[in-house]
DNA sequence: TTCCAGACGTTTTTT
DNA sequence: ACGTCTGGAA
């Protein structure tokens, strides 16, 4: 899969299309698609967009209604008309999304389709700029910060600028947040502040330059957040003449999955890239929208007519997936809310089981009365794999977590702290950071204070210094490069030479997994086992990630996936690392978008977890949670338990907790209630 | 300046 | 219960 995804990062300049190279691709590789029986596979609706005529095109598809399904065809209709693979463009929002697109488009051709770029916009961002990144001021071999990097330049920024001492001058994170949004909906940061942050108004003029600062900052450590990825892909297209005629000829046909959650920012990207053939098809359900806190903009759906003259708009309303009692109960919800496409879903499925309300009396009844039922449906031929636990918040199913340890229950957890967000799962990645770019600041600032008597101060002495040289890495490893920090710092600050010396080696280039070897044999082992309490657990995780980075092309590229995310299935490692092993569902419900189970436990449901009391705050907040409810429900094929915990077992006492208010409203004969019978509710 | 201990407040969702 | 912040000692 690896290698067979993307633009290549080659140094040269794009060659010009030739029609030659273009043949071979036709008759060797790709023969499966000419031989797809569209008509016989689809239905009239999905038929008719599939092979629908170039040009812009908007699907209106409702959840289970085959959306990914009729993109995936799409995309072998447009290699059956013999449009070569590298000439089609497949983008979508999460990697979990783009890893489901791909899986299925492999799956429908038999092996992916050579040259196809498929993946999150951040992904082919990064693919782009890795090709054209020297024409807007940054180098191609540039790394990427991980929120918690950006967090903590931001946080360095303000402190140096001694904006913090103002009081209530916001911390980095929410800083981040303001920063993050106003690239993302391409608004300034005045129009931010003045719209969602108006209590901040007052530190206009410090924020903006903070911002200013933040943005040369990376540029100096040749760096780009998640937000850049996109904001210098954007600028290259406005910018570069050359590299937008690049990219406007070779991506000829651009096709959008989970559309509703693209921001302006994206939009203005694709408007880019599709500018001069507008060969642009983009899939998404308004109901779906579920983003708005990463600037997502339905009016890039409701609009797109607007934007795009003479656009098709096309309607998927026949529901695959859920019982005609799920789907009634979804359409009943949805219907609570005020800006949508109103849609007329309609099940193609016999009539099956009713959804049932749970009441338990607290979270650990409720953990209790999933992991029994579970039990069951699974005695009754439901596959673990099939069945799915949905969540609001990951905090939120810490008492199942337990519960199913307790019962030996496997499971696979979506959501909550990224495997690459780990401490020492950054630090390792530092070191290899700063073997593709070494003027990356984090990772050396990463590296050196892990050094004994290296902390801010004197890391910011040695950076100021040795950042001014041509080539860092170089004054780095010269002998008396150390002159200057406490006596204390010299043994570690000499092993570290040596190892970067051993890592320089020519065995090592391009070789992620034998690079990470070399620094755990390094002083790593001993740092990892004498600074944290579960460091054997940590060295295997280590190890885990040597393993995966044996399949990497080269590091620059392990490095990229890897912080992008889309190095991990799961995000988390399980026990087992079986990937075929029948595992129980848990996830966010944001994550769980696009996917699909037999059966499904919605946990939680009470006001206030959700909906999630924060999410009210914001003005369009109860809508978007009802949306995200929406999405959960739709999720299940057949059975769908919602779990209502009657009692909060929080700090200030035990508090009764009501229903949520999105199974309120629904009529109660849409659903069954069950009281659960365990009356020992005991905080375990 | 670094480093440790103890207090504090805090808990969304993703790239 | 968990990271982040603060203050004080080395």
Redesign the pocket.
Known sequence: MKETRGIPCQANPPEPMDNQSFKQYRLKKEPTASKIDFKAELNSEQYQVVTGGDGPCLVLAGPGSGKTRTLVYRVAFLLSQFIPPDRILLLT????AAREMLRRVELLLGRYPTGLVGG?F??AGNLALRRYADRIGYRRNFTILD??DSKDCLAEVVGEMRLGKERYFP??DVLQGIISFSVNSCQDLAAVLDRQYPYLARFQSEIERAAAAYQARKLAANSMD??DLLSQWNRLLVYCPEARDYFQDRFRSILVDEYQDTNRLQFEILKSLAGRHGNLMVVGDDAQS??S??AAEVRNTLDFKKFFPGARIARLETNYRSVPEILELANRSIAHNQNQFPKELKSTRPAGPRPVLVVTQNAFSEARFVAQRLLELREEGTALSDIAVLF????QVTELELELAARGIPYLIR??IRFYEQAHIKDVLAYLKLLVNDRDELAWRRIL?QL????????RRFWSRVSAAPVPMETFLEPDSSSGL?FRSRPGFAGLQKLFRELRRDEYAGQPAAQIKAVLEGDYRSYCLSNYTDGPERLREIEELARIALQAENTERFLAETV??ENFKGESFDGNGGEEQEMLTLS?I??AKGLEWKAVFIISLADGRFP?A??LEEPEGLEEERRLFYVAITRAKQYLYLMQPVIEYG?EGNQVQRLSTFVQELPESDYETWLAGDSNGSAG
């Open positions: 929002f999460t990697n979990k999150t951040h992904h929120r918690s911390k980095a998640y937000d579920i983003y806190f990463r609001r918040a990951r905090y959501g909550g204070l004994d008597g290296i902390g801010p101060g004197y890391f406490p992008m995310g966010t944001h994550q999630f924060r999410a700090w």
